[in-house]
């Protein structure tokens, strides 16, 4: 049988491989690359130097181009959709062309596949026989907590993982709310009571974070944020909203009854 091992590598530090991951490319006699562009070439780079450092030879390395996404068309989650199909045509060819039976072929993904990531629901479109393992990876979300020394969650208090898009729609949808990936900022449209926390490129050597309450931050975030963009032709952001004169709500103790945290 063909196996694929799906392996997270972290949100841009060489150190955030895991001892697991490690093993995972060691693993591996085939690896699929998919190149996003000139522009993107040190998000390739870092793949690379990873599977130098870890590899066993003799192992392959195979290069596909990533598909462009239409980035214009109104119906955003149709367009996703139909990339991520083009994107598992690139998979179902190297699981049949590239990988011989017994062969294990990797993918190497940024972050954790299993946050905020296609590549699990496009093996999903794959008609070919295979099976695969997943080995989870730092995400930015840890990333991004850890640079910024807090706690994703608060006692009592759940936290809402949501996209750039949904907060413009929605506005916030809770007291904490981790947001992937605003070309709009977004943020900037969110209450006085509202405290940001915001990466970009966590964990790489252009790594910037910016904290602070919104309404003294947003302005600086948006033009750091542009350019940051104009200069290295993409960018990968994630932040932290937290609303700061909010008090904890009750929770249920073993027995049932409510007590208060505040």
Known sequence: MKRLLIIGIGAGDPDHLTFQGAKAIAAADVF???DKGEAKDDLTRLRRDLIAAHGREPYRIVEARDPE???????YTAAVENWRSRRADIYESFVTDELADGQTGALLVWGDPGV???????????DAEFEYDVIPGISSVSALTARHRVTLTRVGRPVHLTTGRRLAADGPTGDDVLVMLDA???F????????????AYLGTPDEILISGPVTEVADRIRAVRAEA???????????????TNCRPGPLRSPNGSLRDLS
């Open 69 to 75: 996404r239409d980035r214009t068309a109104p119906a």
């Open 184 to 186: 709009a900022c977004s």
């Open 32 to 34: 699929l690359l998919v």
């Open 116 to 126: 905020y990531d296609s590549t699990l629901a496009a093996l999903d479109e794959i």
């Open 229 to 243: 963009r104009a200069r290295k032709g993409w960018i990968m952001d994630t932040y932290l909203l937290r609303r």
């Open 188 to 199: 900037a449209g969110t209450a006085d009571d509202f405290h940001i926390y915001w990466g």
